[in-house]
């Protein structure tokens, strides 16, 4: 199976960074690739998928980028509400099974 | 909406069935997802359905002891969970979706102990 290394695992920022985080796989990805925010005691919530593409609803500081096996979250200007942890996750399409990154932890600095 | 029940407290080799329960859309046009979270650790799928219930994908943990399965008329999903072993407690949270999780339930809380 694929396996998805997120870097950092922690990150202290304040509020209008620009915050970047990295999503590295085991092997090449295709397209299917994901990125939730999860907040303490609540369901993750879809942000992005096929890699770069923005949910509905979710505010465009927000993008997805990448190929192969290296993506990246960016948010352009980092708001009080996106204190969180964020997962990337790929879906493999010939096997339909599913991983999860470790996980990144934005914090305030 | 997406709500799960069944979690409960379970000694190590123990059984235990989850449910979860759609509303608000259309639940046999989606593959559907059971995704677990230990406590304080990350995400971690575990086993996914297809709409018809024809295909069904695992983990390598959880193969030969849990069993995924849906009931389209009743817009449900389940998670039929034997030999239960410590590592299995976690948080189970139903998802919709194949390649990305669209809608998520909260959760039901699965613990194994002795």
């Known amino acids: 199976d694929i396996q998805l290394s997120q870097s950092p695992s922690t990150l202290s920022a304040t509020v209008g960074d620009r915050v970047t985080i990295t999503c590295r796989a085991s092997r090449t990805v295709n397209s299917y690739l994901a990125w939730y925010q999860q907040k303490p005691g609540k369901a993750p919530k879809l942000l992005i998928y096929k890699a770069s593409s923005l949910e509905t609803g979710v505010p465009t500081r927000f993008s997805g980028s990448g190929s192969g096996t290296e993506f990246t979250l960016t948010i352009s200007s980092l708001q009080p509400d996106d204190f969180a942890t964020y997962y990337c996750q790929q879906f493999n399409s010939f096997s339909a099974s599913v991983t999860f990154g470790g996980g990144t932890k934005v914090e305030l600095k | 909406q997406m709500v799960e029940s069944g979690g409960g407290l379970v000694q190590p080799g123990g059984s235990l069935r989850l449910s979860c329960a759609a509303s608000?859309?259309?639940?046999?046009?989606?593959?559907v997802n059971w995704v677990r979270q230990a406590p304080g650790k990350g995400l971690e799928w575990v086993a996914n359905?297809?709409?018809?219930?024809?295909?069904?994908h695992y983990v390598d943990s959880v193969k030969g002891r849990f069993t995924i399965s849906r009931d389209n008329a009743a817009s449900s999903l389940y998670l039929q969970m034997n030999n239960l072993r410590a590592d299995d407690t976690a948080l189970y949270f139903c998802?919709?979706?194949?390649?990305?999780?669209?809608?998520w339930g909260r959760g039901t809380l699965v613990s194994v102990s002795s």
């Open positions: 608000g859309f259309t639940f046999s046009t989606y593959w």
């Open positions: 998802a919709t979706g194949r390649s990305q999780f669209y809608y």
């Open positions: 359905i297809k709409q018809d219930g024809s295909e069904t």
